[in-house]
């Protein structure tokens, strides 16, 4: 076994070079972060000109309110969702990618475009397209005799937010599915299939659980982008409406902070939510990291 | 930062083309599109009659971010002098009491001739202190009004120059349309809280809250959840699922214009500032205008409408010199030249009895009927207790709970009282957590 050890010279000289790093963190991170917990703490107008330490009565208040436990319910249901299905058919994408021999290129390129396309202007393409007043896809729908209306019905606007998200996220998926897909050695298949398996049992019993360890990779990555990266697509079509069917705990920080005002109890749902995400990152590098072979 | 590389750059060259340097003034409003170019023509003119100071227009987003931007920088000490807020964030605005100049005292410090009694009392009530002391300078004030398709009128057998009156009158007009295929809805409306709530409160002379409608104090509370409000949401949700009314969305109501425009409903509600468009948008129709309607068996109906739009806020904590740019500035643009000008172009009040008499004498109002139905809509009575406008803090959040509990009488999961009587809770709950964040 090699020592990837480095021995330097000067005491100085390691810290000096951590210290960018080190400088970064503090600024953008730890400082901010700081800030917003001793906000949480703290009641305040907005002017910042009178303040009372308030202990945790802004935490109290905020796990008493009733819309902000809708709301974690909301944004459980809103990650699951979009993870279910960015990860569902950026898998039938993949699988059916994979197989085309000349075509594949074409389809992938194709495929791994609504990447490039920014959250926001996703969010407005949608949100056109299922217009109650000028969407084409209203239209349609109220043809066949269903009539929509995201601005209305909670249910409706949880779909147009799921479909937005998603259709962003399934370009992401399926490149990490392709590339998983072709690290599958073809002798396996080709074995199960003299063996008399057909396409599905093999997909079943051999593609499937050698792809779980990029499926679990994706799964924690797909529920922190609907946690956290979703907040343009929201803003853009149903800004947390109607009766806050579609409110998810970042976008109630933004509503609550920015908009309202409010700057203790905005703090308060930060500091939350920076929890969550460190609950998550615990779970990405010790079960993930671990089962996950390059 | 941008903006101040901009300032700084604006300096630099107003330095170096006038011999003295004139002192500036910076000016953060909200005003986009034709009304943002027309706000920058005015400072233009202000700019060029006089060389001792210099107003800089920034224009920052919508009112909502306006009016954050402005706060983030006030605690950063990089405040603006003069910010335009909403009328919703007037109660902020007036309970940061360190944060405000006040314009009458901005007026008698810098000596500057100002005249309040010369202003609409309906506009400039509702910036008032309980002392009568003006607080903001009122610029683009608007109230609701009724716009109607006067060639969808005549096609349903009505008479085109006759304007729905009632409520009563509404759904009788309604029905006749929709039954002669004139169009496919009656009416629509922007704004469910500020038109179906809180004018149609003030319309029929009925407290919007308790202590004046907040004007005595916050601890305020809404009191909307009567039985003229619920009786009026009741018809809404019946007239939405019948088809005669047709909701436009929350907040201002984004899809209210188009469905107008497209003369799919042949009535809507929304505020006169809405003209400008109303009238570029309707090509293929007569516009016609009236008052909000109103329901004729509720006693002092109809009182006086309330305004809505912005006022300019003098920030605390920029040097004599400035202050004394910004009154001004202001006495500049509350000449009645100025206010007649930009209330004709953009459909906003007259601030100023003269610049309406202006506006009489230029015969404008002749030339443009319908120009002046909301500035009699807002005087039609001496304001009431009721109808001189709202303060309550955190109101901002308050509307969007309106609209929310307005969507679950929508879409039937509440009934009209349940909706208000959720609303009116939820809305008192945010009054106190401002009450206990200002006392």
Redesign the interface.
Known sequence: MQTKRTVFGSPVLPYLLVLPQVAITVIFFLWPAGQAVQQSFM????????STFVWFANYQKLFADPMYLHSLQVTAVFAISVTVVSIGSALVFAVAADRMVKSAQAYTTMLVWPYAVAPAVAGVMWWFMF????GIMSYIMRGLGYDWDH????TDAMILVVVAASWKQISYNFLFFLAGLQSIPSSLNEAAAIDNAGPMKRFFTITLPLLSPTTFFLAVVNIVYAMFDTFAVIHSTT?G????ATNTLVYKVF??G?????I??SAAQSVVLMIIVIALTVVQFRWVERHVEY | MFNRILAAGLMLTASVTSAFAATEVTWWHAMGGELGAKLEEIVAGYNASQSAYHVTPVYKGSYAETMTAAIAAFRAGEQPDIVQVYEVGTGTMMAAKGAIYPVYQLMADTKTEFDPSAFLPAVVGYYTDTEGHMLSMPFNSSTPILYYNKDVFEKAGLDPEMAPKTWEDVEAFSDKIMESGAAKCGFTTGWISWIQLENFSAWHNLPIGTLENGFGGLGAELTVNGPVQARHWDNLKKWQDAGVFSYGGPAGGADAPPKFYAQECAMYMNSSASRAGVIANAKDFEVGYGMLPYYADVDGAPQNSIIGGATLWVLQGKPAEEYKGVADFFHYLSSAEVQADWHQFSGYLPITKAAYELGQSQGYYAANPGSDVAIKQITLNAPTPNSKGLRFGNYVQVRDVIDEEFQNLLNGSKTSQEALDTLVVRGNDLIRDFQAANQ
């Not at chain 1, 920015?258 to 409010?262: N, S, V, W």
């Open positions: 009641r305040e107008d907005p002017f910042g000109l009178k217009n109650p007043t000028i601005s209305l019905n909670p800004q409406g109607p009766s806050q509503q609550d920015f908009i309202g005002l409010k203790g109890p």
